[in-house]
């Protein structure tokens, strides 16, 4: 990283920090904040996080990894979001999983090598009727089938390369 590069990488720290008035309820807002601007938590923002606000950095991480929507590995470009609530399960949402997984080479909550899909499981994303669904993005395929989950992905690929 060039020295320009560093420095924007801290202003954009700082920024989130601007409002910060060293209240500990504040943690978990500025938590939100930092993943809002970095896409996941890297380890030296917790730690200059820790260093700025004097909570220990095992108390934030301790805060990270028992919340869901914290990411602690950096995010793919588009993301796969698998819908694993009760109607999308009782239909086959595994196996929906299980093909979008294999055509993209990667597990349930990973992000491929050349960082283009990160795949994650969600609860109902609102369209039951719908079901087996998944989000890729802001767009929802419904119905599906394991073939048809492969075929959307293999098509968005083609689309988006
Ligand atoms: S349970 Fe999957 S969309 Fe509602």
């Known amino acids: 990283?060039?020295?320009?590069?560093?420095?924007?990488?801290?202003?954009?720290?700082?920024?989130?920090?601007?409002?910060?008035?060293?209240?500990?309820?504040?943690?978990?807002?500025?938590?939100?904040?930092?993943?809002?601007t970095y896409g996941y938590l890297p380890r030296d923002v917790i730690e200059k996080l820790s260093e700025k606000t004097g909570i220990f950095v095992s108390q934030?991480?301790?805060?990270?990894?028992?919340?869901?929507?914290?990411?602690?590995?950096p995010i793919g470009k588009n993301i796969v979001r698998i819908c694993f609530g009760t109607a999308c399960h009782v239909v086959g949402a595994e196996n929906i999983a299980d093909s979008i997984c294999r055509e993209l080479g990667i597990e349930l909550g990973g992000t491929t090598e050349d960082k283009m899909f990160t795949v994650e499981s969600v609860a109902c994303i609102g369209c039951c009727s719908l079901a087996p669904a998944v989000m890729i993005n802001d767009e929802t395929h419904g119905r599906l089938t394991p073939d048809s989950a492969r075929k959307v992905i293999k098509d968005f690929k083609s689309e988006n390369s």
């Open 1 to 36: 990283m060039c020295n320009c590069e560093t420095n924007k990488y801290w202003d954009l720290f700082e920024d989130v920090m601007k409002n910060y008035t060293g209240a500990q309820s504040q943690l978990i807002p500025l938590l939100q904040k930092l993943q809002e």
């Open 60 to 73: 934030i991480m301790g805060v990270v990894t028992f919340y869901s929507q914290f990411r602690l590995q």
